[in-house]
């Protein structure tokens, strides 16, 4: 494999993107779908950027962001969610 090859979402989700803090695919992008659409809100839900390296995974962080973010909200704060008020919601 040269890395060319589009990897199976099962397998992609496992890969290791920041090295120092030992952070997967999976988590970063499930953060990103949960609304943290810049680097620094990134960093802040799954510390990948903070390591001791000093951020070499920060491009590849990039383009997770510039693929999974959605289009308008890239530059933006993401809006947050209406607070939900049912019974089988802890508070």
Do not use: F
């Not at 510390?47 to 070499?56: K, P």
């Amino acid at each position: 494999m040269d890395g060319s090859e589009e990897l199976h979402p099962a397998i992609r989700g496992l890969k290791t993107i920041c090295r120092c803090n030992n952070i997967k695919y999976k988590t970063i992008a499930r953060a990103i779908r949960e609304g943290a659409w810049t680097l620094n809100q990134v960093a802040a839900r799954t510390t990948a950027t903070t390591g001791e390296c000093g951020g070499s995974c920060t491009p590849e962080v990039q383009q997770m962001i510039a693929e999974l973010a959605p289009r308008h909200a890239t530059r933006e704060q993401p809006a947050k969610p209406a607070p939900v008020d049912a019974w089988w919601i802890k508070k």
